[in-house]
């Protein structure tokens, strides 16, 4: 039997488009994560673009979003934020960097 998931998590899908691979864009990332407290993962993709999956407390997730979207990186610049809400993204424990 599936353990029923929490109601109290968003789960959120980002590709962040723009200037953000080498810049500190997934450190800057992580650092915010912790700093509100949500957890994740965040990557660099092969086409320059950033994936983040992220979860925990709605507002705060949407907080963490809002700060993705002014790039958390003092050097980047986030030119597009695609989201999508996703209840089978992974829940994750604590903020990572995969790459």
């Known amino acids: 039997m599936n353990e029923p998931t929490n109601l109290n998590v968003k789960k959120v899908r980002l590709i962040v488009e723009g200037r953000v691979q080498g810049v500190g864009f997934r450190y800057t990332t992580k650092q915010v994560a912790d700093r509100i407290g949500v957890y994740g ?17 709605p507002n705060k997730v949407d907080d963490f979003i809002e ?28 903020f990572s960097i995969t790459n």
Do not use: F, M, Q
């Open 41 to 57: 993962i965040v990557r660099n993709e092969n086409d320059g673009s950033v994936y983040i999956e992220v979860n925990g407390d």
């Open 67 to 94: 700060e993705i979207r002014h790039s958390p990186s003092p050097s980047g610049k986030v030119n597009n934020v695609t989201l999508e809400e996703d209840a089978s993204i992974e829940e994750r424990i604590k």
